[in-house]
């Protein structure tokens, strides 16, 4: 069992691992740059150590890390997502210099990271796969002849992308041409490969994944999937499990492909395959994400599966501790991102000192955060600032809490995207489970919210209360 984790993260995720730690009664070190040092997730691990003034490189630098856990004592590193998450080099220099890495073996990483290796790998597993180029593109003409086989429009995708980057969509050979080297540019700067790949655009899909976990004596278990069409720019804006669109027939054919897909491949740890739902109900491999996922609160909730816990354990070489028949799911769950961004400035990142914060609670409400009143939120990072997971047994009554949770939540002093997931909560597309991946782009009055929005009775005593102490 592992005895000292370093989490080579920052944030709410570093938080949620610290605590998964401590319910396991494994020791946890924080690590942390010079803006984060009065980070939460410094304050909640058992021991912290400073990276250095680089806020953003130090988390980046696998070598200082793991000598950073050898020197704590450490026999093991988990990198939450994001960062080195998906750097199959992290997960080497781990091997190599004895510590353990929870995720998957490099070599898979490598394969599922590289999203050419990835469709091969589900095609030979006899996955369903979008259209597309065999392979890399090398250049523009490549580009264009690809494009004219596959039929108009296409999406030209980084490679080695991820998190909505390196990924634009293309409507003719012109847009094409425009868009080509913009996205090789991208993809080199935020990932340093410089490979895009075509794939034939399916028009307005839903975008439907599946979580799964997999041990070291070949056992693979999927926890149902999720809902994440609700996206800006291929940015995921809220989460749903179990998906409200999906028939019971179609969430066991999904689940099946997804653990097929990890089982071909010898996937060990958490993990997630993501899917394309066309407008004729046909699944599509998209990509597998070989890291925890930010949604995976929506799957713990309607499982009961700690998915952090279940990693550790994994990692520490223990098979999993259920089968497939144990796993049961049960009502709903959301997650909103609560996002440091201006909705109505076209979601303009909004960074500065949290002067107050206050967290929604009661039946089915959880929050994952790693802000707190007075807390200086910096630029460097992510916008994310909270999620709010709601669970109820049913889906009007999970968006009745939802809506409830969402008024009850404070966040003063940077603007959040709070306003804006209530106003989806108000649309009938929404309500009646009936969306895709166009629901924003189709919905831009969304951000024409009133500035003065509702509050609920907890938030308006809360901010009476305030009021009155300053003789307001």
Known sequence: MIKKLLVANRGE???????????????SVAVYTDADRHALHVKKASEAYNLGPDPVGGYLNAHRITSVALGAGCDAVHPGYGFLSENPELAEICIRRGLIFV????????????????RSAAIAAGLPVVPGSEGN???????????????????????????????????SEDELRRQYDRVVSE???????????????????????????GDRFGNVVHLFERDCSIQRRHQKLLEIAPSPQLTDEQRAEVCALAVRAAKAVGYENAGTV????????????????????????????????????????IASGSPLSFTQDDIQRRGYALQFRINAEDPKNDFLPNFGRITRYYSPGGPGVRTDAAIYTGYEFPPYYDSMCAKLTIWALTWDKALARARRALLDMGVSGVKTTIPYHLEILKTAEFRGGLFNT???????????????????????????????????
Do not use: W
């Not at 995720?13 to 020791?27: D, F, H, K, S, Y």
């Not at 264009?144 to 634009?168: E, F, H, N, Q």
């Open 13 to 27: 995720i570093a938080v949620r691992i610290v605590r998964a730690c401590a319910e396991l009664g494994i020791a």
């Open 103 to 118: 995720g998957p073996s490099p070599a898979v990483i490598r394969q599922m990271g590289d999203k050419t290796l990835a």
């Open 137 to 171: 593109v090398a250049s523009l003409d490549e580009a264009i002849d690809a494009a004219r086989l596959i039929g108009y429009p296409v999406m030209l995708k980084a490679t080695s992308g991820g998190g909505g980057r390196g990924i634009r969509r293309c409507d």
């Open 187 to 213: 993809t080199t700067k935020a990932f340093g490969a410089a490979e895009v790949f075509l794939e034939k655009c399916i028009v307005n899909p839903r975008h439907i994944e599946v979580q799964i976990l």
């Open 274 to 313: 993501e899917f394309l739902f066309d407008q004729e109900e046909r699944f599509y491999f998209m990509e597998m994400n070989t890291r925890l996922q930010v949604e995976h609160t929506v799957t713990e909730q309607i499982t009961g599966v700690d998915i952090v816990q279940e990693q550790i354990l």
């Open 438 to 472: 166009a629901f924003v782009e189709d919905h831009p009055e969304l951000s024409n919210y009133s500035a003065r929005r509702p509050t609920s009775h907890l938030a308006a005593a809360i901010a009476a209360a305030i009021a009155a102490h300053h003789g307001l």
